[in-house]
C-alpha cells in the first residue's frame, strides 16, 4: 500500500517571551534533569490567525543526556477576537554522535 501523503498548512509564526528565571530539576549524576521556563507573553501571527501568548504557558524539557532531550510546550493564546487556543507540542531530539 504506498504511503498517504501528509498535508501541511503554515498556520502562524510564534514568538514566545520567556521568564527571567529557569528551573532545573536533576535526576542522577549523569546529567537528566527536567528543564522548566515559564512563559512571560509575547506574540503570534499568520495568513489567518493573530493575537497574543498570554503569560503562564511555558517547555517543559526532559534531558536523557547530553545528546537527546523531549519537549512537551504548552501556551493560552487570544486572537484579535478574544478567541482562546490552548496551545500544546511535543517533540524529541537528537544530537549527531
Excluded at 17 to 31: C, F, L, S
Excluded at 60 to 75: G, M, P
Aim: glycine share 10%; net charge negative.
Amino acid at each position: 500500500m504506498p504511503p498517504i501523503p501528509f498535508q501541511t498548512e503554515h498556520i502562524m509564526d510564534f514568538e514566545a517571551h520567556i521568564d527571567d528565571e529557569d528551573y532545573d530539576i536533576h535526576r542522577g549524576n549523569d546529567g537528566r534533569k527536567l528543564s522548566i521556563v515559564y512563559f512571560a507573553g509575547g506574540a503570534f501571527s499568520g495568513p489567518r490567525l493573530k493575537g497574543e501568548v498570554l503569560p503562564g504557558g511555558g517547555d517543559w524539557a526532559t534531558y536523557y543526556n547530553k545528546d537527546s532531550l523531549a519537549i512537551d510546550v504548552r501556551a493560552m493564546l487570544r486572537t484579535e477576537d478574544a478567541a482562546l487556543i490552548h496551545m500544546r507540542y511535543a517533540g524529541y531530539w537528537r544530537s549527531a554522535p
